[in-house]
């Protein structure tokens, strides 16, 4: 079952401004990954955070992490019309190794 | 790298008809792949997980005699839908993991489309 909540469910935004997507679970995790996927296309990793970890960066992307309120963000800095996509967290569950997915965001970056 | 294929990318099969969906690891040894389900606007849900050599673990709800999963070796498992009815039709996407707790690495996914 699903066990992540993603919110909004849909964002659309002006290319250039920037984009948080929240994302809600409810167990212990080892660790919280956030992927992109284009329509109709396979998944793209974009960047993985542990329970240990409370912020990471790469590039324009900046997730946040907090254990206590099993909560992550995802931002995404200065948009671009290539960013649009739908954003999926996914946790890795302690002991479980499976992943389970949150709801995801439908990002819309207007140009 | 760690690339991940899925053939065939789409199929369009009449109601009844099997579909096979083959997910290999091209440059590494999965210890274990999944097999998840996405219908059109929705998240991905896990079907089961499997290991090479062993039956594969299904989630609840997901029938194993309709949706078959051989793992036969460490950069092949597939997926075969029996007896395919038009409420099969779905996205259907592989993952692999190189070892235990690893970072999943998708496949681009199959489009199944059942008439």
């Known amino acids: 079952s699903q066990q992540g909540e993603e919110d909004p469910q849909a964002l659309s935004i002006q290319e250039g401004e920037n984009a948080t997507m929240n994302c809600s679970y409810k167990?212990?995790?080892?660790?919280l990954q956030w992927y992109r996927q284009n329509s109709g296309r396979g998944l793209v990793h974009l960047i993985l955070i542990r329970s240990n970890e409370r912020e990471k960066h790469s590039g324009r992307l900046r997730v946040t992490l907090d254990t206590s309120k099993k909560s992550s963000s995802l931002l995404i800095t200065a948009s671009r019309a290539a960013d649009t996509a739908s954003y999926f967290c996914a946790t890795d569950e302690t002991g479980a190794q499976k992943l389970v997915f949150g709801q995801g965001t439908r990002l819309t970056i207007n140009p | 790298g760690a690339v991940v294929s899925q053939h065939p990318s789409w199929v369009i099969c009449k109601s009844g008809t099997s579909v096979k969906i083959e997910c290999r690891s091209l440059?590494?040894?999965?210890?274990?792949m999944f097999w998840y389900r996405q219908f059109p606007k929705q998240s991905l849900m896990l079907m089961a997980t499997?290991?090479?050599?062993?039956?594969?673990?299904?989630e609840q709800g997901v029938e194993k005699d309709k949706f078959l999963i051989n793992h036969a070796s460490l950069t092949l498992s597939t997926l075969t839908v029996t007896s395919a009815h038009p409420e099969d039709s779905s996205f259907y996407i592989c993952?692999?993991?190189?070892?235990?707790?690893?970072?999943?690495?998708f496949g681009p996914g199959t489009r199944l489309t059942v008439l």
């Open positions: 167990t212990s995790i080892n660790n």
């Open positions: 440059d590494f040894q999965a210890t274990t």
């Open positions: 993952s692999a993991v190189k070892a235990t707790k690893d970072t999943q690495y």
């Open positions: 499997s290991n090479e050599g062993s039956k594969a673990t299904y």
